[in-house]
Each structure stands twice: as structure tokens, then as C-alpha cells.
């Protein structure tokens, strides 16, 4: 070997770019984990959000009496989708990779004894979809991550108007 060939192999100069760049493709894996937990926690916080919003609205349009008289609390699910999926002004909350596939009101008639009479309870719950951007930076590690399913649920006491 020449006194070049050497110099050469002795250099340490680039080691540190070399170990950056087994490692990047590992940190980059941690970045997406970070940013796709966040965005899953958020979304599901603010379906929790909406939901709570959502069973409180119905639990003051529905009678008071509704037990007594008889009814329904379906008619409002298109109302109470409206709510989950918006915000208070009126714009969407989710980001495009997550859906609000479907929510449904019911209506439950107790027997609570304290005024003589059934009280009503109302429960809202929703279904929701997140979409995961970053699958193919999941498939890197062996994950097959395309969506997340979750469902809602959130009941009250009806208030009546």
C-alpha cells in the first residue's frame, strides 16, 4: 500500500456523516410515529368534543317527556353528524385523512323513582375513521397501517325545553 492508500483509511473526517445516514432513516421513523400519534390523539379528542357537544344539544331539544309520551331521538342524527363534524363557526375540523363515518342517537327510558316517573337518557355515538398518510414510512418497520377505527359514545339526562 502507497502512503496515499493510508492516509486514506486512516481519515475519520466523514464518520460522522456515515453515521448519519444510518441513522436517519430510523429517526425519520420516530418523526412520523410522533406526528401521526399526535394527529390521532387530536382527532380524537376533538370527536370527544363534538360528541359531548352533540349530546348536550339533544338533550335540550328533545321533550322533557318524551318517556311519558313516546318518541323518537333518531330524527336528529342528521343534526347531530352536523355537530360532530364541525366547529362552532361552522367549518370543518378534521383533517381530510379522518371521517365521522356515522353517528346515531338513542334514547333510554329509567325508572329513577325520585319524582314518580321515567326519566329519559339520551347517548350519541359516533364512529370515526383516521386515515394514516405516512403508511409506507410505517411499512419500513413491518407495520400494516392504512386506517384506525374508533367509536364515541357520550349519554346525558334529557332536559327538555
Known amino acids: 500500500m502507497t502512503a496515499r492508500s493510508l492516509i486514506f483509511w486512516r481519515d475519520e473526517s466523514g464518520a460522522a456523516l456515515v453515521e448519519f445516514g444510518m441513522l436517519l432513516p430510523t429517526l425519520l421513523l420516530f418523526v412520523g410515529l410522533c406526528v401521526e400519534g399526535t394527529r390521532t390523539y387530536w382527532s380524537y379528542q376533538t370527536t370527544i368534543t363534538g360528541v359531548r357537544d352533540a349530546t ?27 355537530i360532530v363534524r364541525t366547529s362552532q363557526s361552522g367549518e370543518g375540523v378534521f383533517p381530510r385523512a379522518v371521517s365521522v363515518s356515522g ?3 338513542s334514547l333510554s327510558c329509567r325508572n329513577s323513582g325520585l319524582r314518580g316517573g321515567a326519566t329519559g337518557v339520551a347517548t350519541v355515538s359516533a364512529s370515526l375513521q383516521i386515515g394514516v398518510p405516512f403508511a ?3 411499512s419500513l418497520a413491518g407495520v400494516d397501517a392504512t386506517s384506525v377505527s374508533t367509536n364515541v359514545t357520550d349519554s346525558t339526562r334529557i332536559l327538555g325545553l
Open 56 to 82: 348536550r344539544y339533544l338533550s335540550r331539544v328533545v321533550d322533557r317527556d318524551i318517556c311519558q309520551n313516546g318518541g323518537s331521538v333518531t330524527v336528529w342524527n342528521d343534526k347531530l353528524t352536523e
Open 136 to 138: 409506507s414510512l410505517f
Open 103 to 105: 353517528v346515531s342517537a
